[in-house]
């Protein structure tokens, strides 16, 4: 293919195109899981009761069950942008090991954080 050049100016703007579709594609799908699970969250929470009031009373909807999915849903982006900033400040990649090591350092903290912070949110909002 004589057009399919390194130099020629519309194959670099195809090859661009591609992967910045690429990534823009798979943002899009990560936007629409994080909305369907969020829907999905507060549908369980609304629905959910907990407990009975007494022998010929009905249930009563907690409000910590409906809190505590967006509760979780926040605290994983909060830790998923603490996260990212230490990605970009603290572990600084030149090369492919280093950015494997980088790549599961990340893993490892937001395992960690978010254990915690689920372990605070849950100690907190559900009863006993």
Not at 33 to 41: F, H, I, P, R
Not at 79 to 106: D, K, M, N, P, Y
């Amino acid at each position: 293919m004589p057009f399919a050049h390194s130099r020629n100016a519309a194959t670099v703007g195809l090859h661009a195109g591609h992967h910045v579709e690429g990534i823009v594609g798979a943002g899009c799908d990560l936007l629409g899981s994080y909305s369907e699970l969020t829907c999905v969250a507060l549908l369980l929470g609304s629905n959910t009761i907990v407990g009975w009031q007494g022998e010929h009373e009905p249930c009563a909807a907690s409000l910590a069950t409906i809190v505590f999915p967006l509760t979780v849903l926040s605290l994983g982006l909060i830790i998923s942008l603490i996260v990212s900033v230490v990605g970009v400040l603290v572990t600084w990649a030149e090369s492919r090991h280093e950015l494997i090591t980088a790549i599961r350092f990340q893993r490892f903290l937001s395992g960690l954080l978010m254990a915690g912070a689920l372990y605070l949110a849950c100690f907190l909002s559900i009863p006993s």
